[in-house]
């Protein structure tokens, strides 16, 4: 059965080969158009010229993710039924790219209706974000089907290098615009613009992915039956609970998310099209991180890169603490330098998370249960998105500082438990 399912073809090997061309193609646009919709820089930004609320500012950052992680649970459940999930991939990319056109779209309302141009903007987001969720798990799905174990950190690693590298050059573009202020809004249009376009190349490559059609599941149950297995999936594994332990403290980064950029520019006095430079710095970072994160996943284990993330995590709240102090020190280069780090360190962080954690998953999961354990894992990290929301409580009443320390804390937390975790290569089906 396993067998029928995963390789159903006469020659796997033609699939891998081709397949790893077209998710590199896919990879590379997509981080390239991300880059000019950045829900950590460049979108939060953009809403602080229209709102002083930090609350919706932050929400920016809550929505971008919460809409990628929470659909998932019920994704697993709809295309566990389904022999080939690539139709279902597909049309939820067309919805991700015309929400982008949607963003673009409504920079142009800002001048007659700030009001309206901030509305449209939120509900192009949303549409954007889930549609990017219901699309996540197919396309993962395909991987596993497709991409033998020991390639996929390697495959994810060069993926990330080579759209971190797009992306980096695009980040000093974004820049550029943002910094032709007498052009506002025009200059953001552009910005998101160009984020459609590189996004609909990312869905031109998606088109191209060859997916081996399987038997649909014996057995196939309806939505309502399948989230009642949950339950029962949830307590299959105990080191299952163990990983979303050391998933959910790490995601304490999403307190801080949206607001290192507006610290640097309202507390620090760092200027707005410094977001560009953060961009670049950022996909420096995964571009440095990518082969690290696939030698480490497919030589010493994915539970490596879990352990690296976690510690890179504890460290973007001291050095956010450590550009705070310096700037008010009067050491202004050591502030700029530390922020280029924490971006930096957040290009490793993002790449890491999702090569570390998926590996981990797709090694410890039963073959025929990976949807599943996948859409549990983003399923359960989806509300850490909500942090955004809190983060902008703690910073109203607290304040910067005390904002950095907790972030800092819990990240060092979750490096403890990262380091108790197995090797999973062991548990591999």
């Not at 646009?29 to 880059?35: K, R, T, V, Y």
């Not at 990017?132 to 798990?137: H, I, K, P, R």
């Not at 030698?295 to 890179?312: K, M, N, P």
């Not at 942090?387 to 409580?393: A, K, M, P, Q, R």
Request: glycine letters at 10%.
């Amino acid at each position: 059965m396993d067998r029928e399912r995963y390789v159903v073809c006469e020659k796997p090997e033609k699939i891998t080969s081709h397949n790893r061309i077209a998710f590199i193609l896919d990879g590379m646009f997509f981080n390239l158009g991300s880059a000019f919709l950045e829900a950590n820089t460049v979108l939060p930004t953009f809403v602080s010229t229209l709102t002083r609320s930090s609350v919706l500012i932050g929400l920016v950052s809550t929505i971008r993710s919460l809409g990628y992680f929470m659909p998932q649970i019920f994704v697993a459940g709809c295309i566990e039924k389904l022999a080939k999930k690539k139709p279902f991939m597909m049309k939820a990319g067309v919805a991700m790219r015309l929400a982008a056109l949607g963003m673009a779209l409504s920079v142009l309302l800002v001048q007659k209706n700030p009001a309206v141009a901030l509305g449209t903007f939120y509900v192009s987001l949303v549409v954007l974000s889930f549609s990017d969720g219901f699309g996540g798990l197919p396309w993962m799905d395909i991987v596993a089907k497709t991409i033998p174990p020991e390639q996929r950190a390697r495959l994810f690693g060069t993926m990330s290098m080579a759209g971190g590298s797009a992306a980096f050059l695009g980040g000093f573009f974004i820049k550029w615009l943002l910094a032709q202020a007498s052009c506002y809004p025009f200059n953001y249009f552009w910005v998101f613009f160009l984020g459609f376009v590189f996004l609909t190349g990312s869905l031109a490559s998606m088109s191209f992915i060859i997916e081996p059609e399987g038997p649909v599941p014996d057995g196939a149950t309806t939505i309502a039956e399948y989230l009642k297995r949950l339950p029962g999936v949830w307590r299959q594994s105990l080191l299952f609970r163990q990983v979303i332990r050391v998933r959910v403290l790490a995601g304490a980064i999403y307190l801080a998310l949206p607001f290192f950029a507006i610290h640097a520019q309202t507390d620090l006095g760092f200027p707005r099209s410094v977001a560009g430079l953060f961009v670049s710095a950022q996909m420096v970072g995964t571009v440095v991180a990518g082969p690290v994160w696939g030698y480490l996943g497919d030589h010493h284990g994915s539970h490596w890169i879990v352990r690296s993330v976690t510690a890179l995590g504890a460290g973007t709240g001291l050095f956010a603490l450590l550009a705070r102090i310096a700037f008010f020190r009067g050491f202004a280069p050591l502030a700029y330098f530390c922020y280029f780090a924490i971006y930096f360190s957040l290009g490793c962080i993002f790449g890491g998370t999702w090569i570390g954690f998926s590996n981990y998953v797709l090694d410890i999961a039963p073959k025929e249960s990976r949807s599943t354990f996948m859409g549990l894992l983003n399923t359960v990290a989806g509300p850490l998105t909500l942090l955004s929301l809190i983060g902008g409580w703690i910073l109203q009443k607290s304040g910067f500082m005390w904002l950095f320390v907790l972030v800092a804390l819990v990240e060092t937390l979750s490096f403890y438990f990262a380091w108790r975790l197995p090797d999973p290569r062991s548990f591999r089906t």
